[in-house]
């Protein structure tokens, strides 16, 4: 399981659709939630888009994130081009 925090609402069925094509579920944040910390201490890594993410968001996933040795990728577009980066960077090369 991926987080990605923050990204561009309107093109979060494409964000999903790419995480298909790389066989990765994936929840997608654009805002604080409700036990947020429980939501994903259990991922396998956050990519936080943080051009489009609220301060406070941005820091509570940094510290849960290095809490629970969470792999974090920050990324100051929230573009598919550049979430397409941060997977590959995640499965270690692509396809």
Do not use: W
């Not at 947020?36 to 890594?45: G, R």
């Not at 968001?57 to 809490?67: E, F, G, V, Y």
Request: hydrophobic share 30%.
């Amino acid at each position: 399981m991926i987080a990605i925090i923050g990204g561009i609402k309107g093109i979060e069925r494409e964000y999903k659709n790419l995480m298909d094509e790389y066989n990765l579920r994936c929840r997608i944040y654009n805002k604080t939630c409700p036990s947020f910390q429980k939501k994903i201490k259990n991922c396998e890594a956050c990519i936080l888009f943080t051009n489009t993410v609220s301060h406070k968001l941005s820091l509570s996933c940094t510290k849960i994130c290095k809490k629970n040795n969470i792999k974090l990728i920050r990324v100051h577009s929230s573009s598919l081009n550049k979430l397409k980066e941060s997977l590959c960077e995640i499965c270690k090369g692509c396809s």
